[in-house]
């Protein structure tokens, strides 16, 4: 689905990808989705998995996990259309 500004987001089950642009040649992301941020937190945490704290990004609730070799890991729950969410969108 075309979220809009050049934001494109494709349903891939069970998870979604998208394409955003960017000014930033090069630069890449990964990022997880969740449906409930606070849930998922909870879960990693009985795992011994360590998150940052939430931010409100206007998009979505984001947190990271550093991952063993110290890269972050973005977690969030989207506050934007999704693609599996969007009735005929796609």
Known sequence: MDAGGGWLIFALPPGE???HPTEDDGRHE???MC?????TIADLHAK??????VTDQGWGLLTSITLPGGMQLGL????HP????????S
Request: proline fraction near 3%; include cysteine.
């Open 17 to 19: 990808l998208a394409v």
């Open 30 to 32: 990964l990022y997880l």
């Open 35 to 39: 449906d409930d941020i606070d849930a």
């Open 48 to 53: 011994g998995v360590e998150c940052t704290e």
């Open 76 to 79: 969030y729950e989207p506050k």
């Open 82 to 89: 999704t693609a599996h969410g969007a009735s005929g969108n």
